[in-house]
């Protein structure tokens, strides 16, 4: 099992850095609890999807981020919001978690009880209740995103849950700053 994290990982770290390199993307620096990418150019983009032609499901509802322990409960749907501004702020911030700590590293816990990064006046702030792990973190970074491909880009709410430990953090997709 520790060698298919360690795999799937690699894996995605990999295309991950392929992605940023075809995009020219700086990844963001890791700080003592918060990440700006304000000084980061936004993508080169012309469409502006913010929903899906599905619709948002119930409120709340619980999505499983494929292929880990992760899921996470989705409320308060909000505003709708830029796809390519969240996808930076996540693309930008799961390669700061896999560049500046987990591949120095390894995971382990996180140290600082709220991470935050904000691009364009959107922001995703996680807030630990128990014990986070770097790898937990980039799991809610990639079920973000898979929630809002699947159902429309939105500002929300989440709890994070872990099949072992039950609600291990919260957080929000946001508007302004945080």
């Known amino acids: 099992m520790k060698f298919l994290s360690t795999f799937s990982l690699l894996t995605w770290a990999q295309t991950l850095s392929?992605?940023?390199?075809?995009?020219?993307?700086?990844?963001?620096n890791l700080t003592s609890g918060s990440i700006s990418l304000d000084s980061i150019s936004p993508l080169n983009v012309t469409s502006l999807n913010t929903t899906s032609?599905?619709?948002?499901?119930?409120?709340?509802?619980?999505?499983r981020v494929p292929g880990t322990t992760t899921s996470l409960i989705f409320s308060?749907?909000?505003t709708a919001i830029e796809r390519e501004r969240l996808l930076s702020i996540l693309v930008r911030?799961?390669?700061?978690?896999?560049k500046s700590v987990v591949a120095a590293r390894g995971d382990g816990p996180i140290p600082q009880p709220n991470l935050k990064w904000n691009f364009a006046r959107l922001y995703v702030s996680v807030n630990q209740q128990l014990e986070m792990t770097w790898l937990m973190l980039a799991d809610t970074l990639t079920g973000i995103e898979d929630?809002?491909?699947?159902?429309?880009?939105?500002?929300?709410q989440f709890t994070v849950l872990d099949?072992?430990?039950g609600p291990?953090?919260?957080?929000?997709?946001?508007?302004?700053?945080?």
């Open 18 to 28: 392929l992605a940023l390199a075809a995009t020219r993307l700086l990844p963001a």
């Open 53 to 63: 032609s599905v619709g948002m499901p119930p409120d709340p509802f619980q999505f």
């Open 76 to 78: 308060k749907y909000g």
């Open 93 to 98: 911030a799961q390669y700061s978690v896999v």
């Open 147 to 156: 929630f809002m491909q699947d159902y429309g880009y939105v500002t929300v």
């Open 163 to 165: 099949d072992t430990a």
């Open 168 to 178: 291990v953090g919260s957080g929000n997709v946001g508007l302004g700053y945080p």
